[in-house]
Every structure is written in structure tokens, then in C-alpha cells.
């Protein structure tokens, strides 16, 4: 298999307490965007150095800002059952857990798109738990194809993603043709005998058969695909070690690694304690390995959920984190509930209870430009093709457009006085910057989306 212990091991071993010079000269050659070898991975990791942990952050904060810009893309999950037959001892969801289990109708799942869609998102990360009676294949194509087909009076979700438990090559084909973005999996913990620990008595305990799933969803056709770990469930040393060994198996197999990883740290949920985990990850362990991994695989996009505060959120996003959810509810039917102040079982505790509306203007004030664009998926530019354009620096001319665009959409459907305002100062001050070869066209579009245009892209 080819997540190799030993070598994850012997590379910690030998990274121990590397010399100062040797990590500054690691970083400094990290600036050319090529990445990070194992061995160099290890020795950052392990570095308790306050010098090179503040160069650590601002050699990522670099990488990231000529990659990305300034540009967050925005979006939120949609939980459409919470059946599983799993027993996984940090969810809320588990299977041990007594409480009335639901999944949403047809009229059900058209309420929280229509909310979702109020609040502004277009891209969605679409969430059920693993129930093969009681959210098969059938129920998770349909529910994809209401989501799409649900329509309110200022457009629809553009692009789904995916996160749903590890399957066949002939479900992920059944998926892809429902026109998905990227599918999700977490690994949740690479450690072998960890895994069996947290999955016990559950269809999720296969390690090989999840571990595989990216493979069979490749050969399916889905060419962007989305790793990460559980944070806290054993060593993140350890952790992020492997998750490079999954995406170097992934560029050998497939010619292109994850299109991205999340980073979600353990969080309190129903039916467990944080006391029964004794590798969970303090927030100066979390920030450092969230920049050594953008370090790492400088054109993969880091996801932060709402798991995390405001204050780590809005520190992350400058030195590794390019997504991140807004308004985020983890309950079956959460957004109406919301809505209405009902409660709701939900799979973790959110800690960054923002609505959108406050999360774009807090990242406009910051200098951030919130993105809402889905047109790679819809153009074509997905697995090897938007990483060679990544790779040349030329998705600039693609995305810095296509984030003004969605955002001038957003500010004239959703927004109040005070984000037009910061959204017309913004617009005119990243226009200024543009390529000349799309700066024309991309104010061409504004202005027809001004007039009531919608949905314009380059």
C-alpha cells in the first residue's frame, strides 16, 4: 500500500532537530512554488524554532499570495440524511447515538437550497451519512439532480460538491454524470491501527477500501478530488506526512494530486468527549502544519470549515487557507431550523456562528475578495488542466475576473448599503490591477451585470 510507515517514521526520526541553517535554506528554496520533499516536511514539522516558525509563516503567506491573490472562495455544506450504519467514535452521527434520524424529501431539500441560495451561496459541499438502505446510490443522484433543478428568484447552486462514504467505480460513475465538482473524502486518520480504533463494527473500518477510493473515483472520470484528516484522532506529524504520500500516489497514478484538502480539527459532538482523544492538536500545532502543507503542495487549495473561531479563520486565511464555509449548518434540515429557532442534531459544534453577509464584509474590510465562482468546473478546467494553468500562473486571468463578477452579483441581490459600498471600492481597486489582455471584458461584464445580467463568466 502505498502509505509507507517506515518511511513516515524514519523520515520523523531523521528530521529531529535539524539545524537552523538547513530549515531557513529548506524555505528559502520552497519560494520557487515546487513544493517540499518528505524528509523536509518532517524537519519543519518538529521545529519548536520561533525564528523559523515566523519564517514558516511568512514563506507561506508569499506562496499563497502569488498563487491565490487575495481572492476566498465562499461556500457551505448541505446535509441531506443522517442514516449510518457506522460507529465512529468522534461523530455525532454515530450509529450508537439515540435520536430520530431523518432524511430530507424532494420539498424538503428545495427549502434549504432555496435558503441556501438566500443567503448567497452557489457552490455547495453536499454531506449524508453512509446508510445503504436508507441513503443509497438511488437517493443521493436524485437528491443531486433536486439540487440542481431547484431554482429561486436569483438563480440556483451552480456546482456540488461532494462528500459521501467510499464506493464503487460504478456509483462514482453514476455521480460524475450527474455533473459533481470534486469529491471529498476525509481519510480521517492514516494511522492503520487508529483507523480500526475510532471505526470499530462499522463498513467505514475497511482502511484499504477507503484509502482506495480516490483511485476508483478517478477511474470513474472525476479528476478533482478532495482529501484531509481528522486533526486530533493521532499524531499530526504523522498526519501530514501521509496525506503527502496519498497525493504523490495520486500525481504517479493519475498525473494530478488533490485538487484540495480540508483541514478540520476534532470538535465536541453528541455521544463523545475530547477526553477520550489524547492527540488532540493545540492551536499553535494547527497553525504551523496548515502553513508547512501550503508550503507543501503550494497549488492545492486549503478548506477551513466553520469548525474553527473566527480569530484562527481569519489568521489562516493569510498564509494557507484559500476556502472556507460561511453560515455553515451541520444538521439534517439545519437551515430551516435555523430559520425558524428549531434544534437539531447536528454531526460537530460550529464555533464561527457568522452569517455570510458578515463573513464577506469582515473579509472585504481585511482586503480579502470573497469569490462565489463555479466556472472552472463548467468550463472544463478541472484535474491536470487547472493545475498546469495554476502551475503557469496564468489562472489569474481567470479567477481574479470571475471572483469580481460573482461578487458584484452577490453585493446586488444580498447585500445592504454598507457592502455595496465595500464591494464597488474593492471592483474598482482590483480592476486597476488586472491583466490588460481580460481587463477590458471583465468590465464589460460588470456593467451588464449591473444591468441584470447573471451567471458571467470568463
Known amino acids: 500500500m502505498f502509505i509507507n510507515d517506515k518511511e513516515i517514521i524514519d523520515a520523523l526520526e531523521k528530521g529531529k532537530n535539524a539545524k537552523k541553517e538547513d530549515l531557513i535554506k529548506i524555505l528559502d528554496d520552497a519560494k520557487s512554488k515546487k513544493g517540499l520533499e518528505l524528509y523536509d516536511i518532517a524537519k519543519l514539522l518538529q521545529s519548536e524554532d520561533e525564528e523559523i516558525i515566523e519564517k514558516i509563516y511568512s514563506v507561506a503567506g508569499e506562496i499563497k499570495s502569488s498563487i491565490y491573490g487575495n481572492r476566498v472562495v465562499i461556500f457551505a455544506p448541505l446535509y441531506v440524511s443522517d442514516y449510518c450504519v457506522n460507529n465512529c467514535t468522534y461523530c455525532g452521527y454515530a450509529r450508537k447515538n439515540d435520536f430520530k434520524r431523518r432524511r430530507l424529501t424532494d420539498e424538503q431539500i428545495q427549502e434549504e437550497v432555496m435558503l441556501l441560495e438566500k443567503m448567497g451561496h452557489k457552490r455547495i ?4 451519512g453512509e446508510d445503504p438502505t436508507n441513503c443509497d446510490m438511488d437517493y443521493i443522484c436524485h437528491a ?13 447552486i ?11 467505480v460504478e456509483n462514482y460513475k453514476r455521480i460524475y454524470e450527474k ?5 471529498i473524502l476525509f481519510q480521517e486518520t492514516y494511522h492503520k491501527d487508529t483507523f480500526k480504533s475510532v471505526h470499530p463494527n462499522s463498513i467505514k473500518g475497511n482502511y484499504d477500501y477507503h484509502l482506495t477510493s480516490f483511485d476508483r473515483a478517478m477511474e470513474a472520470g472525476i479528476d478533482d478530488v478532495g482529501g484531509g484528516v481528522l486533526f486530533g484522532l493521532y499524531d499530526y506529524k504523522y498526519e501530514v506526512l501521509a496525506l503527502m504520500q496519498h497525493n504523490k500516489h495520486l500525481e504517479d497514478l493519475f498525473n494530478v494530486g488533490f485538487h484540495t484538502i480540508s483541514v478540520p480539527r476534532l470538535k465536541k459532538a453528541e455521544g463523545m468527549s475530547l477526553e477520550q482523544f489524547p492527540y488532540i492538536v493545540n492551536d499553535n500545532e494547527f497553525k504551523k502544519l496548515v502553513a508547512i502543507l501550503r508550503i507543501a503542495v503550494p497549488f492545492t487549495g486549503l478548506i477551513l ?3 474553527e473561531s473566527i480569530e484562527m479563520r481569519e489568521e489562516l486565511i493569510n498564509y494557507g487557507v484559500s476556502q472556507v464555509s460561511a453560515g455553515s449548518c451541520t444538521g439534517v434540515g439545519a437551515y430551516k431550523e435555523e430559520e425558524f429557532n428549531e434544534t437539531n442534531v447536528n454531526q460537530f459544534e460550529v464555533s464561527d456562528n457568522r452569517k455570510p453577509l458578515d463573513v464577506i464584509k469582515d473579509l472585504l474590510k481585511k482586503g480579502f475578495v470573497p469569490s462565489y465562482c463555479t466556472a472552472c468546473y463548467r468550463s472544463g478546467r478541472t484535474g491536470d488542466r487547472f493545475m498546469s494553468l495554476a502551475k503557469s500562473g496564468q ?8 471572483a ?35 481587463k477590458d471584458k471583465t468590465t464589460n461584464k460588470l456593467e451588464l451585470i449591473k444591468e441584470g445580467k447573471r451567471d458571467l463568466y470568463v
Open 395 to 402: 489562472i489569474h486571468k481567470i479567477c481574479s475576473p470571475n
Open 179 to 183: 455533473g459533481i465538482g470534486t469529491y
Open 404 to 438: 469580481l463578477m460573482t461578487l458584484l452579483e452577490y453585493s446586488m441581490d444580498y447585500g445592504d448599503d454598507e457592502l455595496k459600498d465595500l464591494v464597488e471600492n474593492v471592483i474598482k481597486k482590483e480592476c486597476d490591477i488586472l491583466d490588460i489582455s481580460v
Open 125 to 128: 459541499a453536499f454531506e449524508a
Open 144 to 156: 443531486i439532480d433536486t439540487i440542481y433543478n431547484t431554482k429561486n428568484e436569483n438563480g440556483n
Open 158 to 168: 451552480r456546482r456540488i460538491n461532494v462528500n459521501i462514504a467510499a464506493t464503487t
Open 305 to 307: 470549515s466553520t469548525r
